[in-house]
Structure formats: C-alpha cells, structure tokens
C-alpha cells in the first residue's frame, strides 16, 4: 500500500500562484509515476500532471502546460505541482495519485489517490 498526504490548497486571486505538495509513504518503491488530477463541481475528474518517478519526465493536459510544473523530491518521496498564472477555471479539488505502471495520464490506472486539497481561484 501507498499512502499519499496532500497539502498546499488555498485561495488566491486571478495570477497568483500555489505549490502543492504531495508526500508518499509506505510501498514507495512500487510507485512509477506521480499523477495530479483535479474536480471541479459538476464535472468529472480530469488528469492535469504527471511525473515518471525515475526519469522525471513529465506530462501535462494542455490547458496547463506553461504554467504547471510538477517535480518531485526522490529523497523525500514527495511530489510537487508548482501553479502559476492561476485562472478561474482551475479552480477545483486537486488529488495526487500514484501508479505502478507507465501509463501516467491513464486515470484508472492509478492505484493510490491523495484526499484532495481545495484550490480557489478568486476574479
């Protein structure tokens, strides 16, 4: 099992920017990437980042890239979504999540999911 902690939600206005974090316990060593998903109300769940633990490479859905960065501290076993030049339209419940595998932007393949943090993008 893997356990996942989130924390660094909040409120912030139109361009502002939060950082969160996201610290991995127990079976880390299964882990193979880190995933961050979002929900706002009313709509499914949506993939927005990943990270391949190893390699580090990342993925990102497109209404994010050049403003989301995710990283990750492999000697802490924590993963990191680094949001800039927030909008309204992010606002929603972010979830990290873990998998196994390589399929990093494939929801149901991953296993492990954080309890989410709210994120709130005030105009």
């Known amino acids: 099992q893997v356990q996942l902690v989130e924390s660094g939600g909040g409120l912030v206005q139109v361009g502002g920017s939060l950082t969160l974090s996201c610290a991995a316990s127990?079976?880390?060593?299964?882990?193979?990437?880190m995933g961050w998903f979002r929900q706002a109300p009313g709509k499914d769940r949506e993939f927005v980042a990943s990270?391949?633990?190893?390699?580090?490479?990342?993925y990102y859905v497109a209404s994010v890239k050049g403003r989301f960065t995710s990283s990750r501290d492999n000697a802490n076993d924590t993963g990191y979504l680094q949001m800039n030049s927030l909008r309204p339209e992010d606002t929603a419940v972010y979830y990290c999540?873990?998998?196994?595998?390589?399929?990093?932007?494939?929801?149901?393949?991953?296993?492990?999911w954080g309890q989410g943090t709210q994120v709130t993008v005030s105009s």
């Open positions: 999540a873990a998998t196994p595998t390589g399929a990093v932007t494939t929801t149901r393949l991953y296993n492990y």
């Open positions: 127990g079976r880390t060593k299964s882990v193979r990437a």
């Open positions: 990270m391949t633990w190893s390699r580090g490479a990342t």
